[in-house]
């Protein structure tokens, strides 16, 4: 697959991620989180899937001989613009094998 394709969606949920910070801050994810069951089931959701995309992220890499590392905890900081970023960028900097 092009990965070029995968730019313009990865800009567009950058841009609206970026956009919806900085307008409602982070206030309101911690009310959506504690505010019942569904944005606890949400959230543990999203958590599961960034988890199993870690794992292929991981494992990918490491076959290309690249660290996996800066994308995976990257996925812990901003979530899902991380990954995103492997598919649509590439793995980064080949690691030497000394």
């Known amino acids: 697959m092009n990965q070029r394709i995968l730019l313009l969606p990865w800009g567009a949920f950058v ?19 504690s505010d019942g069951g ?13 988890l199993l995309v870690d794992f292929f992220i991981y494992h990918d890499a490491r076959r290309q001989g690249r660290s996996p ?5 990257g996925s812990f900081a901003i ?18 094998s000394a």
């Open 69 to 73: 590392w800066p994308w995976i905890l």
């Open 38 to 50: 569904w944005g606890t089931q949400v959230f543990v959701d999203l958590c599961i899937s960034i």
């Open 15 to 33: 841009a609206f991620t970026v956009y919806v910070v900085a307008f409602d801050g982070f206030s309101p994810l911690f009310v959506l989180l």
């Open 79 to 96: 979530g899902s613009i991380a990954p995103l970023a492997y598919f649509a960028f590439g793995a980064g900097p080949k690691v030497s």
